[in-house]
Structure formats: structure tokens, C-alpha cells
């Protein structure tokens, strides 16, 4: 496969990953992650580190769109800026323990944990989208959590997102809206969480992946390919308003049955990886 090819591919992964973020406040990981395992195996990189170069490559390009779809739905005025400041303490623990733990675990691990999370969630959306009235938002006295375990699950869910490699919209929007949130402010909600879960992720991938001397193709910063991050970011940005946008235009069952179709796309992805 020739160089320009594979950048025309990390490019086209990116529009397409910062287009979710945009719609769902997802960060664009749940496509980026499984792109990129696939063409790093095909590439003839060391399986020991695959997933590793995918999920820290991942966090990296987050971290940007996380910002551009933060900023969209604030103008839209989705997000719940003084929820974003009572979580993100424990967000960030969660994040920092979590990546550490997925810059060391297996990559079966890892794969079985993104296919979990993913199958998951998709199957409670397509749940709630058409057998509950999803047109009407929950408002939030109707349902609510109490301080402790609120931030104890914001932790938990900040540390999968970073094991993951994804901003957390696919495990974030779900909780707010169980807590709830309407579901566009969960989703703008999400984005603006999605900031510090990449930040703090992609800071941990690329100090850990320093220390591992064997095992990562040229071109790597750490736990982070520069190609795939460069092609993905440009992509990501130029397609992220465009996604918001359409975002604020869809019904809320539209944006359920969407967001649920994404996930389990997604998730077949890195079941076919799992053989790889």
C-alpha cells in the first residue's frame, strides 16, 4: 500500500470519527480504535503493541475533536457546564488509572472490553429508543443520583474510556441520561468531559509507551503514531462542526437508533479483529 493511500485512509477515518464526535459526543474513538488495530496488524507492527499505538493514537486525536465538539454544543447551549465541574476530579483519577492500565494489559483484554462496553450500550439505546417515549426528555429531578455514587460511576466510566480509547460519549451520555439529563445535554455534556478523559489519557500513552524501547514502528511517540494522529486530527477537524450541527437538527429516537447502529458497527469491527 503505497504512503499516499494509507494517509487518504487515516484522513477519511478522521472525517468520519470527528463527524460522530460532532453528532454524538463520542470523541470519534469507537471508529478510530478499530481503523487503526486493523491497518497497524496489516502494516506487519508487533502484536504486543497494536492495540496499545491504536488506543494511545486514539486518545490523542480525542483530545482535539473533544475540544471543537465541546465548543459547538456550548454555542448550542448543550452543555451542563457545573455537572462538567462537580465530575471532573473523579474523571480524571478514573482516566489516570485507566490508562495506566491499558498501556500494560493484553490486547485480547483490551478488545473484549471495547466489544462489551460497545454491544452494551448500543442494545440499551435501541431499548429505550423504541420502547419508551425518548421524545420527551427526562427531566432531572425525575431521576437522580446521590453525590457519592454520582462520582464514583463518573470515575469508573473516565477510567474504562481511557483503557478504551475513546473520549467516554458512548458510556458518559447513557449515565447522564439515567441521571436525568435531557439527552442533547447529555451528549454536549459528554463532550466537554470527553476534554480532560483525552488529555490526561493521551499524556499517560505517551509516557508509558516511552519506556517500552522494543516494539514500536518509527515514526511512534510513545504510545502514539504521529502519521495515523496527523491524518486523523485533520480529518476529525474539518468534519466535527458539521456533525453537531446535525445533531441539533435529529429527534431524539433519530439520535438513539444512529448512535446505537454506530456502536454496533463498531463493535463487529473489533470482533473480526479478534482473530487478527
Known amino acids: 500500500m503505497s504512503i499516499a493511500s494509507v494517509l487518504v485512509i487515516y484522513f477519511t477515518t478522521g472525517c468520519v470519527a470527528g463527524y460522530l464526535a460532532g453528532l454524538f459526543g463520542i470523541g470519534g474513538g469507537i471508529v478510530i480504535v478499530p481503523v487503526l488495530t486493523i491497518m497497524f496488524h496489516e502494516f506487519g507492527f508487533p502484536s504486543q503493541t497494536t492495540v496499545q499505538l491504536s488506543v494511545g493514537t486514539s486518545m490523542a486525536v480525542v483530545a482535539l475533536t473533544a475540544i471543537v465538539s465541546a465548543r459547538v454544543h456550548h454555542k448550542n447551549g448543550n452543555v451542563d457546564w457545573a455537572r462538567v465541574k462537580f465530575l471532573m476530579p473523579c474523571v480524571v483519577i478514573g482516566v489516570l488509572i485507566g490508562a495506566l492500565i491499558g498501556a500494560s494489559v493484553s490486547r485480547f483484554v483490551l478488545l473484549m472490553s471495547v466489544i462489551t462496553f460497545e454491544i452494551a450500550v448500543a442494545v440499551q439505546f435501541l431499548y429505550q429508543a423504541f420502547y419508551t417515549r425518548e421524545d420527551v426528555p427526562l427531566k432531572s429531578e425525575q431521576r437522580s443520583l446521590p453525590a457519592v455514587p454520582m462520582l464514583g460511576c463518573s470515575s469508573i466510566l473516565g477510567g474504562v474510556s481511557s483503557i478504551v480509547g475513546i473520549a467516554g460519549g458512548s458510556l458518559f451520555v447513557p ?49 502514539v503514531y504521529m502519521p495515523a494522529f496527523a491524518g486523523c486530527v485533520v480529518g476529525s477537524l474539518l468534519t466535527t462542526k458539521y456533525g453537531a450541527a446535525l445533531g441539533k437538527k435529529m429527534s431524539v429516537r433519530q439520535l438513539k437508533i444512529a448512535f446505537a447502529i454506530v456502536l454496533l458497527l463498531a463493535a463487529t469491527k473489533m470482533i473480526a479483529g479478534l482473530g487478527q
Open 175 to 223: 449515565f447522564l441520561t439515567y441521571c436525568g439529563v435531557g439527552l442533547r445535554t447529555s451528549i454536549g455534556t459528554a463532550a466537554a468531559l470527553g476534554v480532560p478523559v483525552g488529555l490526561v489519557a493521551t499524556a499517560v500513552y505517551l509516557a508509558v509507551g516511552l519506556t517500552a524501547i522494543q516494539g514500536l514502528p518509527a515514526y511512534s511517540v510513545g504510545y
